[in-house]
């Protein structure tokens, strides 16, 4: 491995914005570098199991002639910078799971911040419930086997809402009809039905009787 390579494999990922895939590819490059160090080291160790200090000249002071001196030398200058490139890649996997660990703690603050104002907004809401829900109009009539029927449509229900039209904008039953004309799937109806309100979902459809609903619907005198 040239140094050129063992430059290259010391390269950090972005300090910011730091993700699993990161680490993983910085664990990666790691495990590449522990990989080439034993190669390395293997390579010493077949010249004559010879190793990082060993002399490479004889008692005489002449080179050895028993070793292959440049593959020695080689893998010894290969092993320092593969070691420095460890070293900094390993401050680099410390780095990046503190900073990961960190911006963790920071979601999890936002996401418990927002579920406690969620749990707020829906205590709210739920004591706007408790207000009565004011009605704009009245189901007198129902046809068997009709959609309103299998939708739960009952009558003397109290309406106030059907589809998109509630108790501020309702007008006139035109509103309900254009509604029901327009409509591309269920609607959502509410009703209150001796005291209590219901949630039902009406389909406005062909059937065998006359419109799409079956039911009849009079508007409420406030």
């Known amino acids: 491995m040239s140094e050129k390579e063992t430059r290259q494999s010391g390269g950090s990922p972005e300090a910011s914005g730091v993700t699993v895939s990161d680490i993983q590819e910085l664990i990666r490059r790691k495990e590449?570098?522990?990989?080439?160090?034993?190669?390395n080291y293997d390579l010493l160790e077949s010249q004559k199991g010879i190793g990082m200090n060993e002399p490479l000249v004889d008692c005489e002071g002449y080179p050895r002639a028993d070793v292959d001196l440049y593959q020695v030398r080689t893998a010894r200058h290969n092993i320092v910078c593969l070691q420095n490139d460890h070293k900094a890649v390993m401050k680099q996997v410390e780095e990046a799971l503190?900073?990961?660990?960190?911006?963790?703690?920071?979601?999890?603050?936002?996401?418990?911040?927002?579920?406690?104002?969620?749990?707020?907004?829906?205590?709210?809401?739920?004591?706007?419930?408790?207000?009565?829900?004011?009605?704009?109009?009245?189901?007198?009539?129902?046809?068997?086997?009709s959609p309103a029927s299998i939708a739960g449509?009952?009558?003397?229900?109290?309406?106030?809402?059907?589809?998109?039209?509630?108790?501020?904008n309702f007008q006139s039953l035109q509103n309900i009809?254009?509604?029901?004309?327009?409509?591309?799937?269920?609607?959502?109806?509410?009703?209150?039905?001796?005291?209590?309100?219901?949630?039902?979902?009406?389909?406005?459809?062909?059937?065998?009787?006359?419109?799409?609903?079956?039911?009849?619907?009079?508007?409420?005198?406030?």
């Open 32 to 39: 590449e570098i522990e990989a080439q160090i034993k190669a």
């Open 98 to 145: 503190h900073q990961l660990h960190a911006r963790d703690k920071e979601k999890q603050a936002r996401d418990l911040a927002e579920a406690r104002r969620e749990a707020m907004s829906h205590g709210l809401g739920q004591s706007q419930d408790l207000s009565p829900a004011q009605a704009f109009a009245i189901v007198n009539s129902i046809s068997p086997g």
């Open 153 to 168: 449509l009952q009558v003397d229900d109290e309406i106030v809402e059907f589809g998109s039209v509630n108790t501020q």
């Open 177 to 222: 009809g254009s509604v029901v004309q327009h409509s591309e799937g269920p609607l959502n109806v509410t009703v209150i039905r001796r005291g209590e309100k219901h949630q039902l979902r009406l389909v406005p459809t062909r059937w065998a009787g006359k419109g799409l609903l079956g039911c009849n619907i009079i508007p409420l005198q406030r």
